[in-house]
């Protein structure tokens, strides 16, 4: 990839970084200071070219201009990957849909999904989710602290995403390995984002093999006999479909797990309220819903089909658009006070999962994983703060959290 992009970023509006460490470590202020600028949405030539939305509004309107913007080409991904490493092109279908498909082949990709993730069909994975919680704890709670990220947050949406698809929970440390090297290192490195997302590929297309030969009661089984308007799913959509649950449930999931840890290690007053929460108290809803606002993870992106005019700017065809739900979510015309976490905040239409036909499939999975998640973790540590603030580092560009993270508990 071309390297013009380490040096220093002169212009916010014409020459933003995604992956500039104050933008990875907090990037509210670079999102407010384009917002109040004279274009609200950026543009900046590295990283391939891309436009930076900021306004709540802008980012809800474009993520309705379908088919004027694609998901299928090349992809969502935030970078402009060289033709050579993108899977699609090689592969002559599509690898991750519905997320890297547009209609219509994402309407019935979507269909074949949504009804594996309602509230009721993810019951199992609570159960699971509230045991796995309490074994990860009861393995660090008589050190005194841990690394909230590494050995808490890290550890909880493979292994459930794992249960659910049906497959060996023992891998989970490659999964973490295989996900790293797609949505967060392949991201700058594209051959590793290849490299990983074969191994995905081939793990998934063994996998969907067996079952052809072994039925299990499974996900993977599941989509094995799914029929969408009188058709089968062919096995390489299977595995696309295999390959993005994994990639967009552990990530995600993690990352939103680990910013509220953050939260709450270094906010003390909204700590000692949680602690202070009954389980069935509303305040929990709120609360999780407003650290999802505040800390959303994930920006997506779309490349342009049609050239469309929008506040200011003119698209063309060919150029990449960040979906920047996260800056979306701090836009001061819809929340009030919007940098300011409050945990009882009662009008919030957050888009941290993302809006219009590509919504998030996972919305119900994600947020009962981030319930047990925090209420386990505070009923049994319901005081923390971190080891060492400093040394606490960012993963960001698609998807932005903690992933070292030092508590000390008490
Ligand atoms: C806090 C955790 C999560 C967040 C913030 C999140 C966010 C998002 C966002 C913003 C999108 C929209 C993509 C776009 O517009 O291009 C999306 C789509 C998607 N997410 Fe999630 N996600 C999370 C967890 C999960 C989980 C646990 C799963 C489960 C497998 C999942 C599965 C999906 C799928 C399948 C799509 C594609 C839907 C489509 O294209 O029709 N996500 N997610």
């Not at 997302?197 to 063994?206: E, N, T």
């Not at 967009?248 to 309220?273: M, N, P, V």
Request: with cysteine; net charge negative.
């Amino acid at each position: 990839m071309a390297d013009a992009e380490r040096c220093p970023v002169e212009n916010i509006a014409t020459d933003y970084d995604i992956f500039d460490p104050d933008y990875i470590k907090d990037p509210v202020p670079a999102w407010t200071e384009i917002r109040e600028g004279q274009c609200p949405i950026a543009h900046t030539e590295r990283w391939g070219g891309s436009w930076l939305p900021t306004r709540y509004e802008d980012v809800q309107d474009l993520a309705k201009m379908v088919p004027e913007l694609s998901s299928a080409n090349p992809g969502p991904i935030v970078v402009n990957v060289p033709e050579e490493f993108r899977r699609p092109e090689r592969e002559g279908h599509n690898g991750a849909a519905p997320i890297s498909a547009d209609p219509p082949e994402q309407t019935w990709t979507r269909k074949a999904l949504l009804p594996h993730f309602t509230p009721k069909a993810i019951a199992p994975q609570r159960t699971y989710s509230e045991t796995l919680c309490h074994e990860l704890i009861d393995g660090f709670i008589d050190n005194g602290g841990c690394d909230g990220a590494v050995n808490y947050a890290q550890q909880i949406p493979p292994r459930v995403i794992a249960h659910k698809l049906g497959v060996d929970e023992s891998m989970v440390d490659e999964f973490i390995i295989w996900v790293r090297n797609v949505l967060e290192l392949g991201l700058t490195q594209p051959e590793l984002r290849l490299k990983y997302g074969d191994m995905i590929h081939g793990f998934f297309a063994v996998e969907v093999a067996k079952r052809r030969q072994n039925p299990k009661d499974d996900l993977i089984t599941a989509l094995c006999t799914t029929e969408v308007d009188g058709q089968m799913l062919p096995d390489h959509v299977i595995v696309g479909m295999c390959n993005l649950q994994l990639v967009a449930g552990i990530d995600t999931t993690w990352s939103s797990i680990g910013s509220a840890l953050w939260h709450f290690a270094t906010h003390e007053e909204d700590r000692r309220r949680m602690a202070a929460t009954d389980h069935n108290d509303p305040l929990w809803d709120s609360a999780i819903e407003e650290l999802l606002r505040a800390y959303s993870p994930v920006t997506m992106a779309r490349t342009v089909m049609e050239p469309v005019e929008i506040n200011g700017a003119s698209l063309q065809v060919g150029d990449k658009v960040l979906m920047n739900f996260p800056g979306a979510n701090h836009d001061p015309e819809v929340f009030e006070n919007p940098d300011q976490v409050i945990l009882d905040r009662q009008r919030n239409r957050h888009i941290a999962f993302g809006s219009g036909i590509h919504r998030c499939a996972g919305s119900n999975l994600a947020r009962m994983e981030m319930e047990v998640a925090l209420k386990t973790w505070f009923a049994r540590i319901p005081e923390f703060t971190l080891a060492n603030p400093d040394e606490v580092t960012w993963a960001g560009g698609q998807v932005r959290g903690p992933r070292i993270m030092a508590i000390n508990f008490g």
